[in-house]
């Protein structure tokens, strides 16, 4: 999956590439074109923020991407695979192994503590029981919430839950996270919070990080921007403030095999 170019240099293939993809929902005898033939792609390491008003597609490419919704028209691959093509199985698997997810509202579970949030996809990633509670336990602690661990998500602020919904992204090590109106809640503080965490994640750990928005205070953390309207990419991408990190060992070690 490699191109070597004249330089000699190995050029990693993209870890996302999206051809043509489109999402249409039948509303009676209206069609709403939400993903209206996208066609983008990303390194690993990047920080990719996608900005676009209310109703633009935002939640819509990134459900897509994450394999939580079907496409009804083009290519999305990642990791030099077709998820379209996958079957339900396959496509969970994707879910659990490759991404985490990030929304707006955190999605906890109501009756569990902060540690019992982190764990719960771990059971269905087949992690040992011994395993996960030290490693829920680590998660936490990275997130600043080592003294709230047995906290159930009323007994904490909107900015706490959304880093216990952080660790629980990161629970099954995941090289992509995807976060929608992570920020949308909160108020500034605990939203800077949030995205200096999500930008140590990108930096440090080299994870690559999709996050959409309408809000244009995000694009200071991402390493590029794009623009979406009606469905639709528009005009050319920014450079982003920071520059792409360089992707984890173990990725360059796939992409180039
Ligand atoms: P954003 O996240 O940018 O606000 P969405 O991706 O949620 O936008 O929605 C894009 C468009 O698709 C909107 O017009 C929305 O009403 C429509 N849409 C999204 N999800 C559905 C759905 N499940 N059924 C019908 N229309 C939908
Ligand atoms: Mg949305």
Redesign the pocket.
């Known amino acids: 999956m490699a191109d070597v170019t004249s330089e000699g240099a190995v050029q990693a293939a993209p870890l996302i590439r999206i051809e043509e993809l489109h999402r249409d929902?039948v509303?009676g005898d209206q069609v709403?074109h939400?993903v209206n033939g996208i066609t983008t792609e990303a390194a690993a390491g990047e920080f990719l923020a996608v900005m676009?008003?209310?109703?633009?597609?935002?939640?819509?490419?990134l459900y897509l991407i994450g394999g939580l919704d079907r496409p009804t028209g083009g290519e999305i691959w990642v990791n030099g695979r077709e998820i379209v093509r996958l079957d339900e199985n396959e496509l969970a698997a994707y879910r659990r192994r490759e991404i985490g997810f990030i929304f707006q509202s955190y999605f906890l579970v109501p009756t569990m503590t902060a540690l019992q949030n982190v764990q719960f996809p771990m059971i269905f990633a087949q992690v040992p029981a011994a395993e996960r509670e030290p490693r829920a336990q680590q998660l936490l602690t990275q997130v600043g919430l080592e003294d709230r661990m047995n906290h159930r998500p009323t007994e904490l602020s909107g900015g706490q839950q959304q880093r216990v919904a952080i660790a629980r992204a990161l629970a099954n090590d995941p090289k992509i996270i995807l976060a929608?109106e992570p920020t949308g809640n909160l108020d500034t503080e605990s939203g800077a919070v949030i995205m200096d965490l999500l930008a140590q994640l990108n930096r440090e750990e080299g994870r690559t990080i999709v996050i959409?928005s309408?809000d244009p205070s995000i694009t200071v953390y991402a390493t590029r921007t794009l623009h979406?309207l009606d469905?639709r990419l528009r005009g050319g991408t920014e450079a982003g403030s920071r520059a792409a990190v360089a992707p984890r060992q173990d990725e360059l070690r796939e992409s180039t095999r």
């Open positions: 929902f509303m709403v939400a676009g008003p209310s109703g633009s597609g935002k939640s819509t490419l929608d959409v309408h979406l469905g």
